[in-house]
């Protein structure tokens, strides 16, 4: 597989369907870095994926837009 190192990969499933497991296996083997997305919704929010949701899906579902748009523009 040619893949140029500024493209990302970006795994997508249903909860519980491995995509984590997947994912760190998939860049070590690439040598990439990982991001687990929930993880970097907490961090950038300062409160658990619990919490968001005890807010409202909508609270969750809005950081999640703004992380995923922060993701969106990294490289590599």
Same mark, same amino acid.
């Given at each position: ?7 990302? @990969?970006? &795994? &997508? ?10 994912? /760190? /296996? ?11 997305? +929930?993880?970097? &919704? ?6 658990? @994926? ?7 899906? +909508?609270?969750? /579902?809005?950081?999640? &837009? /703004? ?10």
């Amino acid at each position: 597989m040619d893949m140029n190192n500024e493209q990302n @990969i970006v &795994i &997508i499933g249903m909860p519980g369907s491995g995509k984590t497991t997947f994912g /760190r /296996r998939l860049a070590q083997c690439l040598d990439r870095e990982f991001v687990d997305v +929930d993880g970097y &919704i907490e961090a950038m929010e300062g409160r658990t @994926i619990a919490e968001l949701f005890a807010v409202s899906e +909508d609270c969750f /579902r809005q950081a999640e &837009i /703004r992380a995923s748009e922060k993701l969106a523009a990294r490289k590599g």
